[in-house]
């Protein structure tokens, strides 16, 4: 009985545990080219940027990539229904600095793709800036979320 008993023991010592992979992070997922918006960019301009690069919305930033807002589809739409314009459908004096969510949801390069996802579900929310230290890093989608989620 202790032969047994010592095999065992010896196995279970020798034996590694599997190894776990790393958790995916925003950093990993991150889109790092991103367009973004500045504030004092005409929304006319911007609003031919989406189209352009066919996105829903990009970071406004100031100097040295500071996040200072979103801008999105939804907000330029909100801005045509609330009827803020005469006649025109975006008044050529509107800014970014107008339209822009100026407090979007954000997330640190560090944030799990488990946290991001459920940022993505309990929010209105199409991507999320990466910030690092006050700093638009990045971009993550949730079409980014999903194809990690594809490849687990």
Do not use: W
Not at 18 to 24: S, V
Not at 97 to 124: C, G, K, Q
């Amino acid at each position: 009985m202790d032969t047994m008993n010592n095999a065992i023991r010896a196995g279970m010592e020798s034996s590694t545990p599997p190894k776990k992979e790393a958790m995916a992070t925003a950093a990993d997922i991150m889109t790092r080219d991103l367009i973004t918006f500045r504030p004092d960019q005409n929304i006319r301009s911007a609003i031919d940027l989406l189209l352009r690069h066919r996105i829903s919305g990009a970071p406004v930033v100031g100097e040295g990539r500071q996040l200072l807002g979103t801008l999105s589809e939804g907000d330029c739409l909100r801005a045509l229904s609330a009827g803020s314009y005469d006649g025109e459908p975006v008044a050529a004096e509107h800014l970014v600095r107008d339209l822009m969510n100026r407090e979007p949801l954000t997330v640190a390069p560090s944030t799990d793709i488990y946290a991001v996802t459920h940022a993505f579900v309990n929010n209105d929310v199409r991507r999320l800036p990466v910030v690092d230290d006050g700093k638009v890093v990045g971009q993550v989608s949730r079409r980014d979320v999903l194809k990690v989620i594809c490849r687990m």
